[in-house]
């Protein structure tokens, strides 16, 4: 028999979610965000949820990209970070990509290779995340290589914010954005999560909606579910074992939980190797039997230990969320000094899905 973990998948989530993403820019079109395997939610339970529904897919890796064409998903796909080489050019003609350009040696490149067809391209602006993206300084030279490049079909203009979840907000990325677009009247992209749900006025005509497809909260101040998102992954395991410690004793590597008076200990078949943050510290929620209790001390490789002073009626088998359905990854992820999206993306290839 297998161990009892399990990643239930919802499509119907993800599905609520993407619309939600919609309905909050009336009028925008909206890249599914799949990178990094969907978020660890699988990249093609999340093409299959949003076969229908997406207006495009939006993910960094060529294999995925290539996966999502095999997979037969005809919506445009734009990969983030654009192409490497030559050789990526080629599949990207092959399976009809849309690529990001944020170095003007890109460009040269994608002229040099004569592709049998003209390409899409996202011009990323640098206007102040500092990551990706060309600089005002660049934009004579990037105004040239655009008028001679045969190869480039359609320019949509992007940036990214930086603290659109923050209190610095958006307002000075958009007048440097502003600043930098001139007089532009062609396709614009800027906006991800947090700025669909806190500044839907950037929505403009194509948005990248990312965490929030996947029930995660982009915000440390508003819930998931205070945004109207579903959870798209529950984690779900089992106590496998129960142990009655007397006061005094400790638990785990480190010792790092000391019982302050006799404690039931349940014992749940999940630990880091499963994705589980090991940072997460006692007190950590969890649902066991539905009912909320805490962590207790290290979370180990295969295991981790909760509290079950105050649940009475659990024991060896009782079931156990670890996050999703009923308790929010976001909640779990603050408490491990991190976010949801660490924990998503984490989830180990060993933990068996299940998709509903
Ligand atoms: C990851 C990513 C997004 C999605 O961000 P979320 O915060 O998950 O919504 C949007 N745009 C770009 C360029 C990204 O890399």
Known sequence: MPRPINARIDRSALLHNYLLAKSRVPGSRAWAVVKANAYGHGLLNAADALAEAADGFALLDLAEAVALREAGIRQPILLLEGFFTAEDLELVAEHRLSVV???????????????????????????????????????????????????????????????????????WQLQRFRAMAGEWRGPVSLANSAAILRYPQTGRDWVRPGIMLYGGSP??????????????????????????????????????????????????????????????????????????????????????????????????????????????????????????????????????????
């Open 101 to 171: 350009v944020h170095r003007l040696d890109q460009l040269q490149l994608l002229r040099q290779v004569g592709l049998p067809l003209r390409v899409p391209v996202y011009v990323k602006f640098n206007t102040g995340m500092n990551r990706l993206g060309f600089r005002p300084e660049q934009l004579a030279a990037l105004r040239d290589e655009l008028a001679k490049n045969q190869a480039v079909s359609e320019v949509t203009l992007m940036s990214h914010f930086a603290e659109a979840d923050g209190e610095r907000g958006i307002d």
């Open 219 to 356: 915000f440390a101040d508003a819930s998931a579910e205070s945004l109207g998102l579903r959870p798209a992954m529950t984690l779900t395991s089992e106590i496998i074992a129960v142990q009655t410690v007397a006061a005094g004793e400790r638990v785990g590597y480190g010792g790092l939980f000391a019982a302050e008076r006799e404690t039931r200990v349940g014992v749940v078949a999940c630990g880091y190797a499963d994705g589980y943050p090991r940072h997460a510290p006692t007190g950590t929620p969890v649902l066991v039997g539905g009912r909320r209790t805490r962590t207790l001390g290290r979370v180990s490789m295969d295991m981790l230990m909760v509290d079950l002073s105050d649940l009475r009626e659990a024991g060896v088998g009782t079931p156990v969320t670890l996050w999703g359905e009923g308790l929010a990854a976001d909640e779990v992820a603050a408490a491990a000094g991190t976010i949801s999206y660490e924990l998503f993306c984490a989830l180990a290839k060993r933990v068996p899905v299940t998709v509903v």
